[in-house]
T-cell receptor, first 113, second 115 residues
């Protein structure tokens, strides 16, 4: 059972455009939702994260939007740059004492020059 | 400093070999994790250590044996692996969840190839 569904699987965006990646979850016990960025051959790097008590969080060009009632959250990358080309994973965890992350399947983003 | 260091970066081993992966963090985190990541797939949780005690084992085969010698170090001992075990092995750490800081930080991984 896939507990975090992520779409699209791949995304091509022009430089300067907005990249949008969506995730939906099923487990209402999830209360922490991070996004990770991963370059080939590297480990995932924490990009931005949100808790369900806020509807939006912004850090630089990256924004998470969160809809608790719909059990959906999304990552927006404004002014996308070629250096943003990477695989992005959404994830979720619950306050069980550990950060055991349930990941979405990932989105390969390509920002064309 | 949010650094988790893994060694080696690359490892090639035969199916009869015994090898170990190492992970180190100096962020004072008391929870440490091993994840396995196959190509074009998300990381999958293998083990969780909390306060140096094994807390979660996600039904991982016994040819993978974790060890947490102290709060900063995590090892993964490998023995009699199969070619399908070839993957990127990721270590991560976080503060113990009850402290309200669930951010997990990953190392760069060890690219393991079993021949």
């Amino acid at each position: 059972q896939q507990q975090v569904k992520q779409s699209p699987q791949s995304l091509i965006v022009q430089k300067g455009g907005i990249s949008i990646i969506n995730c939906a979850y099923e487990n209402t016990a999830f209360d922490y939702f991070p996004w990770y960025q991963q370059f080939p051959g590297k480990g995932p790097a924490l990009l931005i994260a949100i808790r369900p008590d806020v509807s939006e969080k912004k850090e630089g060009r990256f924004t998470i939007s969160f809809n608790k009632s719909a059990k959906q959250f999304s990552l927006h990358i404004m002014d996308s740059q070629p250096g943003d080309s990477a695989t992005y994973f959404c994830a979720a965890s619950s306050r069980s004492g550990y950060s055991t992350l349930t990941f979405g399947k990932g989105t390969m983003l390509l920002v064309s020059p | 400093d949010t650094e988790v260091t893994q060694t080696p970066k690359h490892l090639v081993m035969g199916m009869t070999n015994k090898k170990s992966l190492k992970c180190e963090q100096h962020m004072g985190h008391r929870a440490m994790y091993w994840y396995k990541q196959k190509a074009k797939k998300p990381p999958e949780l293998m083990f969780v250590y909390s306060y140096e005690k094994l807390s979660i084992n996600e039904s991982v085969p016994s040819r993978f044996s974790p060890e947490c010698p102290n709060s900063s170090l995590l090892n993964l001992h490998l023995h009699a692996l199969q070619p399908e075990d070839s993957a990127l092995y990721l270590c991560a750490s976080s503060q113990e969840g009850g402290q309200g800081r669930p951010e997990a930080f990953f190392g760069q991984g060890t690219r393991l190839t079993v021949v």
